[in-house]
Every structure is written in C-alpha cells, then in structure tokens.
C-alpha cells in the first residue's frame, strides 16, 4: 500500500512536470535556489541591459516596475548613424538596443511569458544558452554585448539558479525585435 501511494505521489509530480514543459525528471526549486539566483541576477546587472532605463532621482536607472522584459516593443528603433573611427558602438537611451559591427542586437525578455520571453525554456537549454553563446541554446550565436563569455563560467548549480529566479517572476508579454546583421537594412 505504502508503495502505492509513493507511486502516485511520483507519477503525479511526472505529470505536472510534462505538462509545464519542465524537465523529464522533475527537480523542484528550493527557495534556497530562487533566492541564490536572485542575488546572482542583482549583483551581476541583468537589469542594466534586461531592463529598460528611465530617468530617476540620482540619474538614468533600469526601470524594474515591468521585470526584465528587455527592449520594450513600443519603442521602434531607426536605423543607427554609420559609425567611423575609434567610436564603434552605440546604445539606445534605454540600454537595451546596441548597434555595433555585430549589427543591431536587442536585450532580450527574460520574464517566463511562453510567447515573447524564456517561458518554453528547460533548465538545460538556458544553462546551454550562457555556456555556448548561443540563441535558445542551440540556435544563432549571441551578439554583443551580452557577456555570456563571462557568464559561461558560473556553474551548472548557480546558471540553475537563475533560472529559477526568472521563473519566480511575473510573465510579461513584451515581443522584442528580431536581432538585424550587419548590413542588412543599413
Ligand atoms: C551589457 C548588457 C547585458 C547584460 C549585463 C546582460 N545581458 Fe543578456 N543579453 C544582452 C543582449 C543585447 C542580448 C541579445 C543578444 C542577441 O540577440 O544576439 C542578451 C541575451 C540574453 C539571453 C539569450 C536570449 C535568447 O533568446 O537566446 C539570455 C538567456 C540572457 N541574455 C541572460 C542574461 C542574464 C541572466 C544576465 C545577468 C546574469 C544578462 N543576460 C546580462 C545584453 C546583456
């Protein structure tokens, strides 16, 4: 009987798992791990690109009141002046659109809304993202200015722990622009 009710209580954390898209074996965050992955994501500025800024009492600040929703998909950018000489890169007043020899990237959603930011993503392919450089894990590579080079070197435990934080966060609907190569509508 005990064996019974054990396998219940497996077979229906299973079946909560498939159904969020979470991994085939079921790992539930502790509030230990939400809570490293808040201060990783606090210490280390996600918000100065993954949020847009705005004006504040001391000057220009990441303006946290959405989430990380990244660029915001009301403000259509131009396209960037040409750029010569030793200045080689730009950034909108938002910090969150960059134009560089890369071509025009854009910070983007991190908050778990299924459609517009990470809510599809496992674990494994957000952990694949910032180990690789490489779009959802497995696509295009990253571009300028996002440091995953730097961020490849957090552990598997710590890249989990982010995860999990931006899980803990309201979804937000927010499309953020596609990434634009150099030369294309230039
Ligand atoms: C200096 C600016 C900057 C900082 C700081 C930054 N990012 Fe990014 N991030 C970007 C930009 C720009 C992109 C989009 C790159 C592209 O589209 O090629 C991006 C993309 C991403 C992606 C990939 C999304 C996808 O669709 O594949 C993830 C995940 C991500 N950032 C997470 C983080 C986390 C977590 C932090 C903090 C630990 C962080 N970023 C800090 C600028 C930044």
Redesign the pocket.
Known sequence: MKDLHRSLVVSSVLCVASLSGAAAVPSLPSNAQIRRGEY??KA???A???APWRMGAQGPEPDLSRGLVGHPQEMAMPQPPKLEGPWLWLGAATNTA?AGPWGV????N?TPDPETG?GKWRPED?IK??RTGK??GVGRP??P???WPA?RNYSDGDLKA?YYYLFSRPAVKNRVPE?QPPGGAR
Do not use: E, R
Request: charged share 5%; proline share 7%; glycine share 4%.
């Open positions: 990783i994501v280390n500025g996600c100065d690109c993954h960059f990237s854009y910070a983007s991190l990470i957000f993202a910032l779009h959802a990253l571009m200015p996002m440091p961020y982010i990434y």
